[in-house]
């Protein structure tokens, strides 16, 4: 199993609060993504990673940010959290931008 | 605007039988198709990937097909077993895509015993 987690695995927070999720791979793998599943959604992507420091957008990157100052870190922040941005939030890596991805277990959010 | 379809939103099969899952997609520039598991709880996992350069790929009990022309592709599973229950996602990339993969809604299989 690729070695990626993700803190916290569960969390509640109230809307207009600041939210971090946190993606952690000890595989040294290039990309890493955050993606959203929501039903009758599948998995959308919200933000992507092609190195330290190097992110661009996704499909659905309203109100979330990124960083990345380390390989194995990726972080995603909600702003200021909405309702709608509950769901469950997936980290994924690969080697390169073509390759099978390898997904975290998830972290599902609840924003009340 | 949905790239990536899964129609079928769940299906079941009798332990041993074939599974047949279909995805279907609007975009003539993918060229590169990947199938996940998701069990409940869990985060997906690869389970096959095949090119648009080759028409089949198996991997043991798994195999994907993929039709070009009627921009379709479908994941054979035989036999099926019980611990194949679970959620199937599509995936589909073109090398001048923006956002890398687009999934499917996905197909929740189940095996009965």
């Known amino acids: 199993d690729a070695g990626i987690t993700q803190s916290p695995r569960h969390k509640v927070t109230e809307t207009g609060t600041p939210v971090t999720l946190r993606c952690h791979q000890t595989?040294?793998?290039?990309?890493m993504y955050w993606y959203r599943q929501d039903p009758g959604h599948g998995l959308r992507l919200i933000h992507y990673?092609?190195?330290?420091?190097?992110?661009d957008k996704g499909e659905v990157s309203d109100g979330y940010s990124v960083s990345r100052s380390k390989t194995e870190d990726f972080l995603l922040t909600l702003e200021s959290a909405t309702s709608s941005q509950t769901s469950v939030y997936f980290c994924a890596i690969s080697r390169g931008s073509r390759d099978e991805q390898y997904f975290g277990p998830g972290t599902r959010l609840t924003v009340t | 605007d949905q790239q990536v379809k899964q129609n079928s939103p769940s299906l079941s099969v009798q332990e041993g039988r074939i599974s047949i899952l279909n995805c279907d997609y609007t975009n003539s520039m993918f060229d590169y198709f990947l199938w996940y598991k998701k069990y409940p709880a869990e985060g997906p996992t690869f389970l096959i990937s095949?090119?648009?350069?080759?028409d089949k790929n198996e991997d043991g009990r798994f195999t994907v097909f993929l039709n070009k022309s009627a921009k379709h592709l479908s994941l054979h599973i035989v036999p099926s077993q019980p611990g194949d229950s679970a959620v199937y996602f599509c995936a589909a990339s073109a090398e001048s895509g923006t956002y890398k993969y687009i999934f499917g809604t996905g197909t929740r299989l189940k095996v009965l015993a």
């Open positions: 990673s092609y190195g330290v420091k190097d992110t």
């Open positions: 095949i090119s648009s350069i080759k």
């Open positions: 595989e040294n793998h290039r990309y």
